[in-house]
């Protein structure tokens, strides 16, 4: 069965280090998104791609975020500098190309801890 | 505007009891609707799905979900508990419109032995 791959599992940093994770969405799905989910609470949007565009990046904190997916297929996200508040799970989702049956598929997740 | 309404933050039953989850929702359009499950460090499984068709969804795992247009609610129930079901549950919508998801704020559901 097709999966969502993410790497790393797990990530320990400073604070004003550089982290990045990388997810591998389902072969041929064309939205990809990047969610945050601080412990205790729901995922929440960071960035979601439509091939290799952007479609939505309202709620991606641009001074110290960054994402691509410049082939439309695999994507990562950057911080840099972390900062203690960014501790969380990323998580990982793709789904197929619109449709009233799209769902997403979810990856296993890169949790975060900054010290 | 779409929303999503998770009414209970927490619900505790014992092995073997019902279990309901309730979620509202409000949607502009016509909406699909979700229930996905996290275990503890875990992404997110897809239990089931409203797409229009069925307004009563079986899932996994012996979970159901009825579309109640009339109520806006989508709540997600299953006959027996089991100690395996302890997670976090989170109800999405889809107002398909652009392939955008909203999730609720999320349920932990606890079974007592």
């Known amino acids: 069965e097709a999966e969502v791959a993410q790497s790393p599992r797990y990530k320990i940093t400073e604070k004003s280090q550089a982290v990045a994770f990388w997810c591998d969405p389902i072969?041929?799905?064309?939205?990809l998104y990047w969610y945050r989910q601080i412990l205790g609470q729901g995922p929440e949007l960071l960035v979601q791609?439509?091939?290799?565009?952007?479609?939505?990046d309202s709620q991606l904190p641009k001074d110290r975020f960054s994402a691509e997916r410049l082939k439309g297929v695999d994507s990562t996200l950057k911080i840099q500098p972390a900062e203690l508040g960014d501790s969380a799970m990323y998580l990982c989702?793709?789904?197929?190309?619109?449709?009233?049956?799209?769902?997403?598929?979810f990856g296993e997740g890169s949790r975060l801890t900054v010290l | 505007a779409q929303s999503v309404t998770q009414l209970d933050s927490h619900v505790s039953v014992s092995e073997g009891t019902p279990v309901l989850l309730r979620c509202n929702y409000s949607s502009s359009y016509s909406p699909s609707l979700f229930w996905y499950v996290q275990h503890p460090n875990k992404g997110l499984q897809l239990l089931l799905k409203?797409?229009?068709?069925?307004?009563l969804v079986k899932g996994i795992n012996g979970f159901e979900a009825e579309f109640k247009k009339s109520e806006t609610s989508f709540h997600l129930t299953k006959p027996s508990a089991h100690m395996s079901d302890a997670a976090e549950y989170f109800c999405v919508v889809n107002p398909n419109t652009g392939n955008q998801f909203y999730f609720g704020t999320g349920t932990s559901l606890t079974v007592i032995p």
């Open positions: 409203y797409t229009s068709a069925a307004t």
């Open positions: 989702a793709s789904s197929p190309r619109g449709g009233r049956t799209g769902e997403l598929f």
């Open positions: 072969s041929g799905h064309a939205t």
């Open positions: 791609f439509q091939d290799e565009s952007v479609v939505d």
